[in-house]
């Protein structure tokens, strides 16, 4: 499947799209999901936005089985325009396992660059049976408080809203654990007041047209919206795990061995 958007550079495209076939050939390896992240997929690109293209990728069964195995990452030269890297599916699988959220985004990204439905959907399948709400809850409070810790600019407080609106959307989804990725839906299927949603479309729409936001204060009912959901997510810190790890890790293990490709 492909899915650009048409406000994406075409000719940025045609090398994202020659970097994977690169990538493809010269590392002999299979490129089943290959996606947009960063702040264009997530909802809120400036007109300077670089492309953050990120891919799994699967090796030849053999190089799972050698005492030195290659790295679990590949990236490509990277510069003010380009940004494109990928993980092995062992790394994916692994980090999902663990309550990740990063590799769980890349397969709700609405900018695919290629990718086979079937492998989406089957490792979101298999985010829903193993991954732990309590993890993925730590990990965008984590997340909100380290970008919150920086130099605070009104580009940075993005980085501190995306994170708080999935805590709000784990809040109000107690039988899910895979937000999804961009803020508008997060906004969206947050229950939210309609003031703090007029809010964040206005800032989101102020961005867009906005090379470089500076470093002025966020308007305060979202400031507020944060403070408060970072604070009610504090019950993550401590959250007991709810499924077996042994169960957990035999399901990652067979969804893993069943993509392999053989030689």
Sequence with gaps: MRAIPADLDPDVVAEID??????????????????????????????????????????????????????????????????VNGWDLAKSVKLIAKGNATAIEWLRSPIVYTGDPAFRDDLLDLADRIVERGAVGRHYLHVARQQRAGKPTLKRFFYVLRPAAALRWLEVHPAQAVPPMDLPT???????????????????????????????????????????????????????????????????DEYFLSLVRPT
């Design 186 to 252: 997060l906004i969206e299927e947050g229950d939210l007041d309609d003031d703090v949603r007029t809010a964040v479309h206005d800032l989101i729409a102020q961005k867009a047209q906005t090379r470089e936001l500076g470093a002025g204060t966020p308007p305060a009912i979202l400031d507020r919206f944060v403070t408060a959901q970072l604070d009610r997510a504090e019950v993550y810190e401590d959250a007991a795990p709810e499924r077996d790890g042994a169960l957990v890790r035999s399901l990652a």
């Design 18 to 83: 020659g970097r994977l076939a690169a990538v493809s050939r010269d590392h002999d390896v299979e490129i089943p999901w290959a996606i947009e992240s960063g702040s264009r997929a997530w909802g809120f690109p400036s007109p300077d936005s670089d492309y953050d293209c990120r891919f799994i990728f699967v090796r030849p069964r053999e190089q799972y089985l050698t005492l030195w195995p290659e790295r679990d990452v590949i990236e490509t030269p990277l510069d003010a325009v380009f940004d």
